[in-house]
């Protein structure tokens, strides 16, 4: 909805978003933080065109000029320099020397690589119990797969 000049309100299925087109910004903060128009942006961009007839231009013509390809061949456009390897590099006359910083061991045993999510804890287990599902048994006394000791059909040797 057109809210005056340059400012208008987009409305989605939970949220309504304010557009100011002639500052660029939107309240979701996506255009301003990468430079392209964010969904809502281009909502009211298209409104304008449809509602106004005002002639908004390419859609490519509202992101900021750092993605533009001018920008890219202006930065591109100067030679880098070669230097001289380490080696041939003056001495330094200050006698500073960088030390890395004092690292301090925590007292007690240490994490376990993660913690588990609720979701996780949840797959694993069932009724209080931990689930066996995806593991592979072996056997203490034959010594293969799939069984185990109770439903072995060799005879048992000592262990």
Known sequence: ?????????????????????????????AWEITGIPCKHG?????????SNGQQVGILE???????????WRQVYSFKVNPI??????????????????HYHKQVGRPRKARK????????ITQGGRLSKKNTIQTCRN???KGHNIRS???ARSQV
């Open 61 to 71: 013509s509202w992101v900021h000029p750092v993605y533009r390809m001018d920008t």
């Open 142 to 144: 034959c010594k293969e």
């Open 116 to 123: 588990k999510s609720a979701v996780e804890l949840e797959d």
């Open 152 to 154: 072995c059909k060799k």
């Open 42 to 50: 281009v909502a009211a961009i298209w409104y304008k065109a449809a």
């Open 84 to 101: 001289n390897g380490m080696s041939m590099w003056p001495k330094s006359q200050v006698p500073t020397t960088l030390k890395p910083p």
């Open 1 to 29: 909805m057109w809210n005056g000049e340059d400012q208008y309100q987009v409305s989605g299925r939970r949220s309504q978003y304010v557009v100011q087109l002639n500052e660029r910004s939107c309240t979701c903060k």
